[in-house]
């Protein structure tokens, strides 16, 4: 007959100099050694996650904000740019109005001062750019490269030279010059309108 012994654990725990205090099972070792389940790690998942999003809210809004500045940096240079050509634009219009209507006021008074009613005396004024009352060669081509870009149908030879007005050749155009000029102008145009 055969005897049937019983066999624990124990008969096969072998002293071998560790101080093994588990007893017969793992599971206490690792009950003893795991933290608490939730608590620290989701604490410290959550503050990780607060500090990161805050840096980098910090750190995106310094990016856009120093992008924002130099884009309105480069916006308002070219504003200001624009604008200064804005101003001298309408200055130099202002200037030229105003050098229009005293031409216009000066063709009054030398109609008043008895200049014929069909010369046009506008255009010696508006030559005339300093004032002078007496128009330079400087002047005088000025006005007629003027003329002729406003009348592009004309060419240089539709309009009269500079030796035809400077009747006593001293180098400006004075008003009554000018006048005896343009009443020859007038005749010429005439006779040519009356012999077509």
């Known amino acids: 007959m055969s005897s049937i012994q ?7 725990y072998q002293d071998d100099g560790y101080n093994n205090n588990y007893g017969d099972s793992m599971g206490e070792y690792f009950d003893g050694q795991q933290p608490a389940a939730g608590g620290n790690n989701l604490l410290k998942l ?20 120093k ?5 309105h940096s480069k916006e308002r240079a070219a504003f ?4 200064r050509e804005q101003v001298g634009a309408l200055q130099e219009f ?12 000066s063709s009054i008074i030398a109609r008043q001062n008895g200049v014929p009613a069909e010369i046009d ?18 002047e005088f081509d000025r006005y007629v490269r003027e003329y002729l870009v406003n009348y592009p149908g004309l060419k240089p030879e539709d309009v009269p030279r500079w030796e035809s007005f400077d ?13 005896q000029q343009m009443a020859k102008e007038i005749r010429k145009a005439q006779y040519r309108a009356a012999k077509n």
């Open 6 to 12: 019983s066999v624990s654990a124990s008969d096969y």
């Open 46 to 65: 959550t503050a990780t996650s607060a500090v990161g999003w805050f840096l980098g809210g910090k750190i995106h809004s310094k990016r856009a904000a």
């Open 67 to 71: 992008a924002l500045k130099g884009k």
């Open 80 to 83: 200001v740019q624009l604008y």
């Open 94 to 105: 202002n200037k030229e109005s105003a050098r229009i209507i005293q031409a216009m006021e």
């Open 121 to 138: 005396t506008v255009p010696f004024f508006m030559a005339d750019t300093d004032g002078s009352k007496k128009i330079s060669k400087a």
């Open 167 to 179: 009747h006593d050749l001293s180098g400006q155009i004075t008003f009554d010059e000018y006048n």
